[in-house]
């Protein structure tokens, strides 16, 4: 039996072919591919503008950039993320201020968010955990009353939508990633869908050293960039990935119905929401009962990979990590996201599952679970 890891991206062989007539064209760092699925972004976002970066960080970096977020300005964020979220705000010198989550959707809860914005509170960032869209109405409705900037943090929500419209074809500044193991991928990667007011020729200077050319062949450097580029080999992969996004989309959610069909109840998970409308279900995650356990999650994902199925954590409380504790967090500060963070694990999900993989995975998830009590 082979191991069955909780996630493997699907490419197909015109994409491969399409790398190997990339890196024959002896052009491989930023160049028409990167024009090209440019291009196929913008379409797919409705129009709005798209500029693909290295890295769904790198994309965060620049949005905040663009939004003028600096020393001595305060973000809103959720503790349950990627601590890439956080990162990024303290990397633009700003503090990241946290806001427990709602324990149903596990997305940042928007009844808290008021009660954080202060004087220095320049934006918020929520994050679309497993692909679940936060509430957009709500969020967007609270930074209007307040004159803040909503920076999405989409990175997990590629594919996703919002009472029919989809996630980064309307709002402020939205950041996806196409990591490995998001719904498309680039390999490494990621893009900024851009409102149509957005400075883009900005975006693309802090993208790459803060260079400016003119047509004389003059050059000049006005900001501080980065070196955010994505290359034309890593572009050639994420146009054909886009090119299957909904075929992926559709598959992730009928393997997602299935688990909620096949996972006994009587084990006593807490299961994700059941959005078949509004979620790509980048991830299928479960809440284990860790307190009618005995043995620890660590425990529970080695015995799992005794049926060799891999399964992840994602994600532990950010603010239990050492950096953010120096900075004077504790334990304790969030507690529905600290609870969720000790128990969550996610489940096996990708395009090229088979109904039995999921079948094992469930079988499996039932005879470890059953041994773990009392």
């Known amino acids: 039996m082979s191991f069955l890891p909780f996630t493997r991206p699907s490419l197909d062989e015109e994409t491969i072919r399409g790398v190997v007539e990339v890196l024959r064209s002896g052009w491989l760092t930023s160049g028409p591919q990167v024009d090209a699925f440019e291009a196929a972004l ?26 003028g977020i600096g020393p001595g300005d305060e973000v809103i964020t959720t503790p349950l993320t990627w601590v890439a979220t956080a990162n990024a705000i303290v990397h633009a010198g700003a503090k990241p201020v946290l806001v427990d989550v709602d324990p149903a959707t596990r997305n940042i809860d928007c009844d808290r968010i008021e009660a954080a914005v202060g004087e220095r509170t320049r934006a918020v960032i929520p994050v679309d955990l497993a692909g679940l869209p936060a509430d957009r109405d709500r969020l967007y409705a609270i930074a209007r009353g307040h004159g803040l900037r909503v920076i999405e943090d989409a990175a997990q929500a590629m594919g996703a939508s919002w009472k029919g ?79 299957s996004i909904e075929r992926f989309t559709a598959r992730r959610r009928r393997l997602a119905r ?18 078949f409308e509004n ?32 399964v992840g954590v ?34 096996p999900l990708f395009p090229a599952m088979e109904e ?4 094992r995975v469930c079988a499996a998830l039932g005879e470890v679970l059953r041994s773990t009590r009392g």
């Open 314 to 347: 994602h994600y532990p409380a950010l603010h239990l990590f050492s950096a953010y504790r120096a900075m004077g967090f504790r334990e304790g500060d969030f507690p529905h996201a600290e609870a969720i963070g000790r128990s969550i694990v996610s489940l």
């Open 42 to 67: 913008s379409e797919w976002f409705g129009g709005r503008p798209v500029r693909v970066f290295n890295s769904g960080t790198a994309a965060l970096e620049v949005a905040l950039a663009l939004a």
């Open 258 to 275: 299935r688990y909620f069909e096949r996972i006994d109840p009587g084990l006593g998970c807490a299961m994700p929401p059941a959005d």
């Open 165 to 243: 419209r989809r996630i980064g074809a309307s709002g402020d500044l939205v950041a996806f990633s196409f990591h490995a193991n998001k719904n498309i991928t680039t390999g490494e990667g990621g893009c900024l869908s851009l409102p149509p007011d957005a400075d883009v020729a900005l975006c693309e200077r802090l993208r790459l050293q803060g260079v400016k050319r003119d047509p004389e062949g003059g050059m000049d450097v006005d900001v501080f960039g980065g070196k955010y580029n994505l290359t034309d080999i890593a572009a050639r992969i994420g146009l054909g990935q886009l090119a």
């Open 279 to 310: 979620s790509n279900w980048h991830m299928f995650q479960i809440l284990l009962p860790v307190d009618a356990m005995n043995i620890s999650r660590g425990e529970f994902i080695r015995r799992m990979r005794v049926h060799d199925i891999g």
């Open 356 to 359: 039995a993989d999921l079948d």
